[in-house]
């Protein structure tokens, strides 16, 4: 590497073990910080997602949000919408789906909010709200001026079903992400990926991969640990996203992000031999 610029990480996984940003994590990251790096939160969790959540916010310089379109930055609390799913597309994409996967539930993103057809999308999911809950009959875009992500869940489907569902339906414009055995589903603009996204807000700052740390534990992540120098699949990785990197560390209950800050950290400060 040729020195430490950016650690972007993402989060639910990888560096949040169950939503907890654990003492270490946040030890390693204010070091790393310290020596002048930024933190980026790579993310599928919405701008209020991230910003309100404890400890977060003292920890990181920016956030690239819902799979990167969007970006959000922490001193100015400004949202940048980069990349939105066109309504003219979420909406073809709605019928689409209700055709190939009878059943199915949708909820959308919209960077302010969450609109969702069942209360079941908000079952376990921390500071994601507002939510709107609408009948499965009725319109879901309406009001709607811009849609981050849009979200399918098929109740009495596992995993692997709903997906090759999905599949079975053209769906331009847009990109399909999955978590293996969890029963949901998420699309993005086909522009809105991880690893796209963090090339762009680096290259905003003259930095290049070779100067960028990445963490992941999802498919979702596979672009961003490809594109960066170096990059840490935590040990309970989906495999699309272990085969992407160029490491391996501890598993998110271990914090493998610090484990790996740590021993970067301890590199860069370790005396040079002469001649070197």
């Known amino acids: 590497m040729q020195g430490l610029k950016v650690i972007a990480t993402d989060l639910d996984g990888t560096l949040l073990d169950r939503g907890r940003l654990s003492e270490r994590n946040r030890k390693a990251l204010r070091a790393a910080r310290e020596r002048g790096a930024h933190v980026v939160a790579v993310t599928a969790r919405a701008p209020r997602g991230v ?25 100015t609390r400004a949202t ?32 302010e909010g969450q609109i969702a057809q069942s209360r079941r999308f908000s079952e376990n999911v ?7 809950f ?16 849009f979200v399918v869940r098929a109740p009495g489907a596992d995993g692997p079903a709903l997906v090759a ?7 331009p414009g ?25 090339a762009a807000w680096c290259a905003e700052r003259g930095i290049g991969p070779e100067s960028v740390v990445a963490f992941g534990d999802m498919p979702t992540d596979a672009s961003m640990l490809a594109w960066a120098g170096r990059s840490y699949a935590v040990a309970d990785a989906h495999p699309e996203a272990a085969s992407a990197a160029s490491h391996r560390t501890g ?6 992000v610090a484990q790996a800050v740590e021993s970067i ?12």
């Not at 921390?126 to 709107?132: E, G, M, Q, Y």
């Not at 879901?140 to 849609?147: H, R, T």
């Not at 569902?165 to 769906?171: F, H, M, P």
């Not at 847009?174 to 963090?198: C, D, F, N, Q």
């Open 51 to 75: 910003h309100r959540h404890p400890g977060l916010a003292a920890s990181l310089d920016a956030a690239i949000c819902c799979n990167g379109a969007i970006h959000y930055d922490f001193p």
């Open 251 to 256: 598993a998110c209950a271990e914090d493998g």
């Open 80 to 111: 940048d919408f980069r990349h939105p799913i066109p309504l003219s597309v979420a909406r073809e994409l709605h019928r689409r789906l209700r055709e190939a996967i009878p059943g199915a539930l949708f909820a959308i993103e919209t960077g």
């Open 174 to 198: 847009v990109r399909m992400w999955h978590w293996g055995s969890y029963p949901e589903i998420e699309y993005s603009a086909h522009a809105a990926t991880k690893g796209a996204s963090l």
């Open 134 to 149: 609408v009948e499965p009959a009725a319109e879901l875009f309406d009001g709607v001026d811009a849609v981050a992500t």
């Open 265 to 276: 950290l301890a590199e860069f400060d370790a005396p040079k031999k002469p001649g070197r």
């Open 126 to 132: 921390l500071l994601h709200d507002p939510w709107t």
């Open 165 to 171: 569902g999905a599949r079975s339906i053209e769906a």
